[in-house]
């Protein structure tokens, strides 16, 4: 069962929609955003001599530092009083990105939402459980409104109180759960701790995203909630969820291609990799009116699954993300890189910090510990003083990143020495 | 009448102090008096020595955080009660105390109160004003 008849496209039909879109997007871009436009203006490129799609590795990248550089409207391609939503990343200048909708585009979110709902089996008749943050993130307000659209019944919990959140589940008779993964797990804890049966809930489907998990996970979620589990992927610069979404085969997330178009690109060479073999996905929107991107570098890792789908979708699948190609680590489903806590201590301590960050999997939760090197500065012969800073470093990288941490002090010089950055990291988790 | 001593952030690794203290003996340096503050996480080490400065530089030399910071040191009479009547004292001026540590001096008739004010100048100004003796640096180093 489709949401919508694109799903079905021939992909002749869809490559000639996608080659029509991509026109137009390039024509907004050069017209309303500087940075494209002089991009363009410096590869001389002229988006009516684009003919065909493999014109597109003529196009220059987007990344992430220039959506940073551009903060907070730079970006955009509307004038603000035409954007009626605005959603950003965790981070203060210099290291948010902030993104915004029209209209026209908060409705092309919410069908492309609905379609991934659809494809996962979920219908009108359901309820729905959105245990995904409400608020700057695209997660919560995304599903919902996909949600909405679809028309389900639709319980805007949000994330936390895990005891109330099962209560909930039991009393409004949810059939389907979205939140991430690890949290499906904790909740499944939770449960067995109060000596709730899976079982006896009304509990049909979960649609996990926002942090990467494995195949034995899935088996582990849908076994002990007794439900369909499937995954889904997106990211706010590009749109947020709805990028794509896997069908109830749960081999592989359907690209909702007639508003993405996406390059698998060897990360180093930028060329594309042979089909089916593993590289970075680069995304360019389509339909996107305020907040349009050409080929965006989302350091993701993935492939192509080149087969067809039994579910009769043609659109493409991309396998669930593998790993990164930069620093960025995902803890309780937000975006952490470490530069921000590099950031931070340096502003704590007024010289160049030295600090580890160490990643667990505690109970199915993500729990971070940074460790930090004293200098004399945040070294006080008081103790009161000396728990007082520990406190405010948590409190600020809490503020920073957005998610709470620990910090523990350590001597000077006791913390390696990195020459490259992945090993300030020390990820223990078995993802 | 103010006495520096030095503090050294100590985690919570075994041995730390015992390196501590071999590397102030190799340098010559004796401990007057010393204190230990510690939490679950790590601790601050207090010191009172006779070489200020050189310990400083070999703690640093040997990578430990190192801080410095003004004490006031007062004698009492080694004899019950000698502590009571200086926190009267502080009490009733209602001088805020961060900490203290005492010791007895070798030739057993005072014992010597380090003490933390939030308050330095208030605090000797009252002490001394209650007759209480307040040593000086160079009385603490040689004791």
């Given amino acids: ?431 | 009448m103010r006495v520096e001593q030095i503090a050294v952030f100590l985690e919570n690794k075994s041995g730390r102090l015992a390196e501590i203290t071999a590397i102030l003996a190799e340098n010559n340096i004796n401990i007057r008096a010393l204190s230990v503050a510690d939490t679950a996480d790590f601790g601050i080490l207090r010191l009172i020595v006779d070489q200020v400065a050189e310990a400083e530089k070999a703690l640093r030399a040997n990578g430990f955080t190192v801080g410095k910071t003004t004490v006031i040191a007062v004698e009492v009479p080694d004899r019950t009660g000698g502590l009571a009547t200086v926190l009267k004292c502080i009490e009733k001026e209602e001088l805020n105390v961060e900490y203290m540590y005492a010791f007895v001096n070798k030739t057993g008739e005072n014992a010597v109160l380090i003490f933390r004010f939030d308050e330095m100048d208030r605090a000797i100004e009252s002490l001394q004003r209650d007759g209480f003796t307040i040593l000086e640096s160079k009385q603490i180093y040689s004791l």
């Fill in chain 1, 1 to 431: 069962m489709v949401w919508d008849k694109n799903e079905n496209m021939a992909r002749a039909d869809l490559e000639q929609l996608q080659m029509e879109r991509l026109q137009s997007t390039l024509y907004r871009v050069a017209t309303h955003v500087p940075f494209y436009r002089n991009k363009f203006s410096d590869l001389k490129i002229d988006g009516e001599s684009f003919t065909s799609l493999s014109d597109l590795s003529k196009l220059p990248f987007t990344t992430k530092q220039d959506l940073r550089n551009n903060y907070p409207y730079g970006m955009f391609a509307v004038p603000l009083r035409d954007v009626v939503r605005i959603h950003s990343s965790s981070g203060t200048t210099g290291m948010a990105t902030v993104v915004g909708y029209t209209k026209k585009d908060i409705d092309t979110w919410s069908n492309l939402v609905a379609r991934i709902l659809t494809a996962a089996g979920v219908g009108k008749e359901d309820v729905i459980q959105i245990a995904f943050g409400y608020g700057l993130f695209t997660g919560g307000f995304g599903l919902h409104y996909g949600a909405e659209k679809l028309g389900a019944s639709v319980i805007p919990i949000s994330a936390g109180n895990t005891r109330r959140q099962i209560q909930i589940m039991q009393d409004f008779k949810t059939t389907a759960l979205v939140c991430t993964p690890s949290y499906a797990l904790k909740m499944a804890d939770v449960m067995m701790d109060l000596g709730i049966n899976p079982n006896g809930l009304s509990l049909k489907y979960g649609l996990f995203g926002a942090e990467p998990w494995s195949e034995k996970m899935r088996e582990e979620i849908s076994e002990r909630l007794g439900i369909i589990a499937t995954d889904n992927y997106g990211l706010s610069e590009v749109m947020g969820p709805g990028v794509a979404g896997e069908c109830q085969e749960c081999n592989g997330l359907h690209v909702n291609e007639d508003h993405f178009l996406v390059e698998i690109l060897d990360p180093e060479t930028l060329e594309p990799v042979m089909a089916g073999e593993i590289g970075e996905l680069v995304i360019t929107t389509l339909t996107k009116e305020a907040f349009p991107v050409i080929r965006y570098r989302t350091r993701d890792l993935t492939r192509m699954i080149p087969a067809p789908c039994p579910c009769g979708r043609t659109l493409h699948r991309i396998q669930r993300i593998m790993g990164r190609t930069d620093d960025m680590l995902i803890i309780k489903g937000v975006n952490v890189f470490p530069t921000q806590i590099e950031a931070v201590l340096f502003d704590i301590e007024g010289t160049q910090p030295h600090y580890n960050l160490v990643v667990e999997r505690e109970h199915n939760e993500d729990k971070v510990t940074v460790l930090v090197e004293v200098v004399e500065s945040i070294f006080f012969d008081q103790m009161k003083k000396q728990r007082t800073m520990v406190d405010t470093i948590k409190k600020r990288l809490a503020a920073e990143l957005g998610v709470g941490v620990n910090v523990k002090l350590v001597e000077e010089r006791s913390l390696e020495r990195y020459n490259g950055k992945s090993s300030r990291v020390i990820d223990k988790r078995q993802l």
